[in-house]
């Protein structure tokens, strides 16, 4: 197995060296890996000692077409074509799924190899930490794009935690998830029949609902990075410097595109126009519609999200430039049940998560994950490592209790530096 995949591996450099019209897309991801540097996937590739171990472990380099330099610990294929036959009759299985090798041998007589078919099996690049890190690396070079990259946060999907199947999402809220995959998806079709505006969503929904978990993991499920930035971090007390950071934040987007652009704290800037705000203040809402008109999944490969919890402050104007608003509301029974069998999933013990769902009416996902957390710290602090049902039913009852302190602090001061606070702001 190992010098299999040993040939495999110097099989998919001398191809990709030879054949220019193949992209760093076709070659599959554990190979990908092998070949990054700092800079990116550069040719011609080249295979040494230590990387044949990473990627083939354990192997057999005495074949009649390899040869090996001692002094660069290169290994290298003598002759492609004896390579090639070897290659068929043991990595058959492999070539089918390894474009690179499938481009090469689609016309090989007894082989029925596609390159299509091939394709299916291979991550894009555009999601790897590495390629992430080598555009990141070429844009510090530069004072103004390093200006830019200190606004916003960028994560690779393969950083991200969380799976999509342990966010508890409503019926509505995965459609319309689903319509963004596939117009990624079809973003070609959607650019010939000129139907560019898409890709724009507005979470909308008290703290705690999912909102920033839904859109970590959409990035790793549609294997794009996601952009960060909270609008609050980018305001400036300066005159005009928000409405240039504004134009920063979707430039970066496009340059790190395809991507997700996710907007924390949307209201932070978008509230209406119309209030007697500072001058810079409207400029800045100006700044954002535009660039916001200005973007879009199909030309620009930048899905755009922003959330807020206060939607009722957003200017009018904002709410039209969105193609859907999803909505993050209190989790009604089902999602409440959801949101335990995700949480418990990996813990022992009996419950019954019926009476857990029926106690705990008006709590948000934050609020079922900080009740179980709860019962496995007190468990802990008495010697056990699984759960009973009583257990999560004090951790309910602390939990109630402290989401009323919370609400008790902000009676009274609803208005905080011009925005609402807190939970009363929705
Ligand atoms: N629907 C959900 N599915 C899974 N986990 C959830 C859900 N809602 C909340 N959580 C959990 O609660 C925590 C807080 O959620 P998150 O940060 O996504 O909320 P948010 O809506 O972005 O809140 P805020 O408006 O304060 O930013 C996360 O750690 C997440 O695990
Ligand atoms: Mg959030």
């Known amino acids: 197995m190992g010098s299999v995949k040993f040939v495999e591996l110097l ?3 001398e191809i990709f060296n030879r054949f220019e019209n193949l992209s760093e897309d076709d070659i599959p991801k554990e190979i990908r890996k ?52 070897w290659f068929v009759s043991k990595g058959g299985e492999m070539i089918k799924k390894n474009p690179v090798l499938a481009y090469y041998y689609q016309n090989y007589d007894s082989l029925r190899v596609s390159y299509e078919e091939a394709k299916k099996y291979t991550l894009p690049k555009h999601g790897d930490k590495e390629w992430l890190q080598s555009i990141i690396n070429d844009l510090e070079k530069n004072e103004e794009t390093r200006e830019m990259l200190s606004l916003v ?14 966010v508890a ?76 950071n504004i134009e920063k934040i979707f430039e970066i987007a496009k340059k790190l595109s395809p991507c997700i652009l996710f907007i924390d704290e949307f209201d932070y800037v978008a509230k209406t126009r119309t ?12 700044t954002l519609l535009k660039s916001i008109d200005e973007i879009n999944l199909v030309n620009d490969g930048v899905v755009l999200i922003a959330a807020t919890n206060h939607p009722g402050l ?47 009416k ?50 009274g001061c609803s208005v905080r530096d011009g925005r609402l606070a807190g939970h009363t702001g929705y």
Request: charged share 30%.
């Open 314 to 360: 957003l200017d009018p104007a904002v709410w039209r430039r969105f193609d859907k608003i999803v909505e993050f509301p209190e989790p009604e029974e089902k999602i409440r049940r959801r949101l335990f069998e995700i949480f418990l999933s990996r813990i022992d013990g009996n419950f019954d998560v019926e009476e857990l769902v029926k106690a705990t």
């Open 153 to 166: 946060r960028v994560f690779s999907p393969e950083e991200i935690p969380v799976d999509f199947n342990e």
């Open 362 to 411: 008006g709590f948000t996902g934050a609020d079922i994950k900080l009740v179980v957390r709860e019962a496995v710290l007190k468990a802990l602090l008495s010697g056990r490592k699984s759960l009973n049902q009583t257990d999560l039913l004090n951790a309910v009852e602390e939990v109630k209790n402290r989401l009323q302190l919370k609400s008790a602090e902000y009676e």
């Open 11 to 13: 099989l998919t450099a």
């Open 275 to 286: 209030s007697d705000e500072h001058a810079a203040i409207k400029r800045a809402v100006n």
């Open 169 to 244: 999402l409503s019926e509505e809220q995965i459609e319309e998830i689903r319509k963004i995959e596939i117009a990624i998806s079809e973003r070609e079709y959607l650019k010939k029949i000129g139907l560019v505006d898409i890709g724009k969503l507005l979470f909308i929904g008290p703290p705690g609902t999912g909102k920033t978990t839904t859109a970590k993991a959409l990035s790793k499920k549609l294997y794009l990075p996601l952009v960060e930035v909270k609008l609050s971090m980018i305001t400036s007390q300066y005159l005009g410097e928000t409405s240039k």
């Open 34 to 85: 092998i070949f990054y540097t700092r800079t990116g996937i550069k040719r011609p590739l080249v295979v040494r000692e230590d990387m044949a171990k990473v990627y083939a472990n354990d192997f057999d380099p005495k074949l009649p077409f390899v040869d090996f330099n001692p002094l660069t610990k290169q290994y290298k294929l003598t002759s492609l074509e004896l390579a090639t036959k």
